[in-house]
């Protein structure tokens, strides 16, 4: 399965913006799918996933309330609506697919299998 992100780019605190995210090849078995940020000089962290079967949705307590996270099935695409942007948002987000069950928890990286390239976001003052 191949991920492509789009639409990241240069906004301002306070501002709004959305990224994509396509799947393309063998995208049939798809648990779920999510948004994970790496920041300059920091980890790569969870953001939100959503639950392919039941549209389930999970958020990061840093982005609850700010963020959305939606798909388009028909599409194998996944957006990422953010609001009230603040410079703490700056990251690389990357698009995340599991075809399997967690055997973690959605917030662990180790358990997504496919990843895209990454797409900057710059929140500037």
């Known amino acids: 399965v191949q991920l492509a992100e789009s639409g990241g780019g240069v906004v301002q605190v306070g501002y709004s913006r959305r990224i994509s995210c396509v799947a393309s090849?063998?995208?049939?078995?798809?648990?779920?799918m999510g948004w994970f940020r790496q920041a300059p000089g920091k980890t790569r962290e969870f953001v939100a996933t959503?639950?392919?079967?039941?549209?389930?949705?999970y958020y990061a307590d840093s982005v609850k309330g700010r963020f959305t996270i939606s798909s388009d099935k028909a599409k194998n695409t996944i957006y990422l609506q953010m609001n009230s942007l603040k410079s703490e948002d700056t990251a690389i987000y990357y698009c995340?697919?599991?075809?399997?069950?967690?055997?973690?928890?959605?917030?662990?990286?180790?358990?997504?299998?496919?990843w895209g390239q990454g797409t900057l976001v710059t929140v500037s003052s």
């Open positions: 090849g063998r995208t049939f078995a798809t648990y779920a």
């Open positions: 959503f639950y392919w079967n039941n549209h389930n949705t």
């Open positions: 995340a697919r599991s075809g399997r069950s967690f055997t973690g928890n959605y917030r662990s990286p180790s358990d997504y299998d496919d």
